[in-house]
């Protein structure tokens, strides 16, 4: 997959590359993995047809911008195995904002490989790309997310709560959230 692929970014163990249609596979499997969906959807899985009539096509839009923005796809240097994605697009909240995001696979986790994949998108925003400010948001029960987002430099900004709208079936306490964010010069 490597040689066919335009490569956004390499670290010392992952590249990041732009997603292509036949990644659909990929990227619903993450999707059904209860662990990796538990702060997503209550481990529910993302159905197949929500998954290719809306999010395959949301996350491909994005491909081609400039400066960079958008969805890629995440693999071990090494072997060349998918172990999930990365985003960095307007924030929803905050479009001024660019959002940092990522989904890795359960054998990817404890690794280090969210921070290195986050820090290395992080640099590059706030260097060649030249976006003022990133923020990054999770359930503020999302104790690994949290601490990728420390440590790759983001600092608490806020906490909130979603709304019941934007998580239908989820209590108060567990749509609580939290609001991570450096600014370009500024980073932890």
Sequence with gaps: MKNTATILLETKRIYLRELRVYDADLLFQLDTDPEVMRH????????????????????????????????WAAHLRESDEFIGWFHLRPDKISPEEMELGYRLKRNAWGRGLATEGSRALLRRAFGEWGYSKVCARTLAANLASRRVMEKTGLSIECEFTYGSEVLPGWSEAERRAVKYSAVAGKVA
């Design 40 to 71: 997503i959807s209550k481990g529910i899985p993302t159905p197949r047809e929500t998954f290719d009539a809306a999010y395959l096509p949301r996350m491909m839009a994005w491909q081609n911008q400039s400066p960079p923005r958008g969805f």
